[in-house]
């Protein structure tokens, strides 16, 4: 049958750690046919197929763009090498994504990605590892829903599946894997592939190709192994099966050596294609005339990994390779970069591994003078090998679909791991940094991406945020916008998830997500990728990062349309910029929503995948607030105008003179306050009309947006203010402390009841209700927290001043202290107005009572026993202080365990076993 060469579905599976050697197929008469073998025997089959490395990332990498590790900047298994991966380096997916095929990639793993992301529209993954699936095989929900979103695709698509159940060694942590349960599990991952085959049923419109990333190492310690043989290249661990199955290519047995490089050139020369022209050829010829020699041997590359204690994820990228190896049908020829060589004969009898340079100096003069052709003059980039290879295919001619802007006023270290975490991103973008640093220091770390083409400086002059976004918008290419902050970093699916969102919600033209803050980031200064939430999480607990992790949750869809701010790190649809008049050219975003909400649907992703170092309550730019109006706003909700004269008298005599009073009063009262406010003519005021001053909510809002004043604090109109109170908390608040706080003295008739000024937290906030009254705070943490909700009802203000102390340290001060003239005292909040707030504050950790959160004060400093102690101590006296969380029954979660201690005999236990035990991952109390 001829076989055609036109525009077909393919599937490739790869099995991760398949030794060829472990099939009927390929001579072990010690184990029977399986549904793998079966496609062997049916199938294009090349049973001596090379890999171009021993682990899977710099492995994949080399066969999904048909160049060798070191081209790509992947030559180990370290994670560090993926947001390495050259940009210039066109993968299999880039091309097939260019002329049509939707894209797709599985891993049954969804940790690190080990694969490329370049040119893939979908590259999603499934369990943390085998023992966190369902019946532990990954032949489960996750893999089949990916699956079957990928059949119902009508138009051509190509898929890349990366099997893991033998990695995995079927769940079991061994050092030494033995031969015969490995050839168990090798029969099981056959099924899988049998299952997988049948519920895609490409029919006769479909190329399968099975093939592996590495072999393994049996029977003996493999670590041990690799540092004894890794730079050896022993055929274990380079020798791979691959087999084509397709309509018009005929079985047969293909013997001779070829290589992982050659198969994404098959593939796209049997569709038709002939865009790659990299390193590898098309095997193509081969399976349809039968020709057995390629021309030329398989380079493979070895680097050792980083000497780090998490090798495979911490540890800098070598910068190049340790050893090289060429292997062809007969000899392999190994060259190390201390002049050392190594020659072994393949021939049939020969043994693996056993120098015979001295026995064959012919063959190994032959080979040396092959390497030095090979190596002598190597093109240096991916690019230099296409200019001298004649390939078309340009990815930096490839419009952007996303534009990423990045306003910056002042690069640094912030700066560099923002960008790292950037240009890791899944999908086809561009990043365009909006550039304002006189210092020069954001244009120095730029030039370390000179050479990608993703990565744009545009300088600018002195501009407000919004007029650097509109400087970047005009520029910006793609359909969907994101905007992000240099203080933050992204997990590495932080747009893909974004633009998932709005694509799945056709009426949204903005989406947003969760983050995590760290107050101290466990890894180090040498762990620069990112990956997807759970696994940079759950990376920090394993190396020490317990109390230092917090969830911040924004609000939902019906929260944000109350206050319409979420903070300044978005994702956008160009369609909707444009409609709403581009970016408002204010110091931040708020108005940009504000215009949105009316025009749009929004859609929140609830996925932390926003990195903080340090407190936030929603993310910021870092640009420079500009310098106008007042120094201080004194805002005053006046409902009886009685005592106000005696507020500004008091105010009359601050040490501290730029300051605005701004007052919200009834319409009623109007004429008395505007009367006596001609009394001072020197004080700046403004006064502002509200309907229903029992709508606490409400009435906070109008003095905030009525506010001028670069720091804000709050009055009743019954104090008296010493002459140094507004100085005494200004001072704490410029030498950074988040908020600072006074003492209050309270007179009630004829009572009078001193309270004092302490630590806030959010643990004490959550033992009883309090006020806003004698706090004082920078206005722009309103941008961070929003404004105030109208559904706490008149908790809302203490519902405001835990999302103020959430953000991080206060400073006390017990010497400022405000005379307040209560002559009715407050009305106690009803059960659901306290429940409203504890479910909000719950919400934005997460939906959950993060004990971590509750009580950063603690774990800002450590996590001895002694730290943990004191949070147990501090939530159980919350538990006898608020009954109501009970019958709430939320999740209580503590360096990542979720827990259950609502009695007494449980919180025991927990301290027991938190104590007593390890601090980084206490087991839940049964």
Known sequence: MEFKRKKR????????????????????????????DELMYSGAFFPNCIAAAQSTMPSSASFLTSLTPDLCRVPTQTANCIPQFHPDAVTLADILKYHGYRTYRWDDMNTYSCHPKSGFDVFEGGYGSLLETPNMSFDASERVAFLDRFKKHDEHKFLYMHLDHLHEYGGESASVWTGEKYLHHVQEVAEEVRSIVARLDLGDNGIILINSDHGVTLNEDFVVFEKRHGGSFAESRI???????????EPRV?????????????????????????????????????????????????????????HVIGGECPSGVQSVCLRDNDWKYTVYNDGKRMLVDMRPGAEDLVDALDRHPEMAARYDAMYHEIYGDRPGTPLDLYERTGMAFDKSAVLPEVSILMPIHRGGVAMRKALVSLIDQIGCFEILILDTDET??????????????????????????????????????????????????????????????????PSSGFAYCDGYQFYQDPRGEDYYYMGPPHFYIGNCLNTGGVGSRLHFGQPDAQRLREFNFVGDVAFFTRELIERAGGFARGASLKKTWERMIRLTEFTHFPSPMIIANGPVGRPVMGIPEPQEGRKVSVLVAVENPVRLSILLNSLRGQTIRDFEVVMAAPEDQVAAIAAMAEGFPDMEMQLCVVN????????????????????LTWCPAESILPETYLEALLCPVEAGSVFANGSILLSLGTSRELHKAKSLTPASLWMHPQSMTGLLYRRSLHEQIGMFHSKSGGGAPWDMLMRVVECGPGSPVPGAILFLNAAVPEPPLSD????????????????????????YDIFMHGNSQEHVKCAV?????????VPMLGELNPKVVYCGSVLRFWTTRQEEAFAAETVGGSLCCPQSVP
């Not at 579905?9 to 793998?36: H, K, M, Q």
């Not at 370390?448 to 990565?455: A, K, M």
């Not at 029992?694 to 001028?708: D, F, Q």
């Not at 101590?873 to 202080?881: D, M, P, S, T, Y």
């Open 9 to 36: 579905n393919i599937v490739w599976i790869c099995i991760d750690g398949l030794r060829c050697d472990s099939f009927r197929a390929t001579g072990n008469e010690s184990v029977p046919d399986n549904y793998i």
């Open 239 to 249: 020798r791979v099966p691959t087999v084509f199955h397709c309509k018009g290519i």
């Open 254 to 310: 293909f013997r001779g050596v070829v290589g992982n490089i050659d198969l994404a050139p098959t593939l796209l020369d049997m569709v038709g294609i002939d865009d790659m022209k990299a390193m590898g050829v098309s095997l193509l010829p081969v399976m349809i005339h039968g020709m057995e020699h390629r021309g030329r041997p398989i380079e493979v590359q070895w680097a050792v990994k980083p000497n780090h204690p998490k």
């Open 440 to 505: 020069g220091m954001a244009a120095a770390v730029c030039e370390d991406y000179d050479d990608d083409f993703r990565v744009r400086r545009i300088p600018l002059q002195r501009m407000k945020l919004g007029e650097m976004l509109a400087a970047g918008f005009e520029e910006s290419q793609g359909d969907y916008i994101a905007t992000v902050s240099p203080e933050y970093r992204y997990t590495e699916d932080f747009i893909y998830n974004l633009r998932r969102a709005l694509e799945s919600s």
């Open 692 to 711: 229903n001053t029992r709508n606490k909510a409400s009435v906070h809002n109008t003095l905030l947006t009525h506010a001028n004043g670069t720091y």
């Open 832 to 855: 659901h107005e306290r429940k409203i707030v504890y479910m909000g504050a719950m919400a934005r950790m997460g939906s959950t009572i993060d004990l971590a959160r509750l009580n």
């Open 873 to 881: 101590e501090r939530f159980h006296e919350i538990l006898q202080a």
